[in-house]
């Protein structure tokens, strides 16, 4: 296969991928060069900073990546919106292979920690969730993203749950980590319940049951719980990560 041709000035971004999904990244190492055989989708997909990567599978490997032709892929990005945050390229060179904690902060390590556990609940942990009261941590949950929102200046007027602005500006105190937990507790729902894990709500928008829905709010709030930006007391840091630690930490 022949190659992009190389400029001297090479551009770089950042690229996650699932260990279950392209076997390509599963296995690359320094140095592979890994593209796309035919010029079209899907694309590969390449984040301008690590805080903007959405994470749709878990677990996965983050790679710092040389876009090998910028210059000749315009057209896979010219129905972008402006300012997007990410690129689409047809091929790339791994430079590095980065922790995956990187995409959610200074407190990233925790972060993945939930994001597991998020990953393999079992039915006996959301039963023991159960017993605990949400109100309070709710309450706080709310009123901690409220603060955050306050400190940011969004053009767009508008805070998408973990998601950026128009102008790539970050969704959340912990990048994307909200984001990510309460997909994988979807997942992990489905699989050990399938259909009967969701249901339709008065919208007609589908969610999660009671109980698994009890859950996931309780593993955001303990997501939350690790706002690297101080605008959490000690004792609201307590509340919010209360059920969590009495259930996956003891």
């Given at each position: 296969m022949k ?22 990244f599963?296995?690359?190492k ?55 945050w ?15 904690r ?47 929102i ?6 767009d ?24 937990i309460?997909p ?46 101080g ?20």
């Amino acid at each position: 296969m022949k190659l992009f041709n190389r400029k001297k000035q090479i551009t770089t971004g950042f690229t996650y991928c699932a260990v279950e999904d392209d076997p390509r990244f599963r296995h690359a190492k320094i140095g592979d060069v890994i593209v796309n055989e035919r010029r079209t989708p899907p694309w590969i997909v390449v984040d301008h900073e690590t805080a903007t990567i959405i994470v749709a599978n878990w677990p996965g490997r983050l790679f710092e990546v040389e876009i090998l032709d910028p210059s000749g892929e315009e057209d896979l990005n010219a129905d972008l919106v402006k300012n997007v945050w990410y690129s689409r390229t047809l091929g790339v060179r791994i430079l590095n292979e980065l922790p995956i904690r990187k995409l959610f902060g200074p407190n990233g390590q925790h972060l993945c920690r939930i994001i597991d556990k998020a990953r393999s609940l079992s039915v006996e942990q959301v039963e023991s969730l159960t017993r605990f009261d949400t109100t309070e941590a709710g309450r706080i949950f709310a009123e901690v993203w409220n603060r955050w929102i306050a400190t940011q200046d969004r053009p767009d007027g508008v805070v998408a749950f973990g998601m950026p602005a128009s102008d790539g500006s970050f969704g959340s105190p912990i990048n994307r980590g909200l984001s990510t937990i309460a997909p994988q507790v979807d997942v992990r729902a489905r699989e050990l319940l399938g259909d009967e894990a969701f249901i339709e709500d008065e919208d007609g928008e589908t969610c999660l049951v009671p109980d698994w829905s009890h859950a996931c709010s309780i593993l955001l709030h303990a997501g939350l719980s690790h706002d690297p930006d101080g605008l959490l007391s000690a004792a609201e840091k307590r509340i919010l990560s209360s059920a969590f630690r009495e259930v996956f930490e003891r």
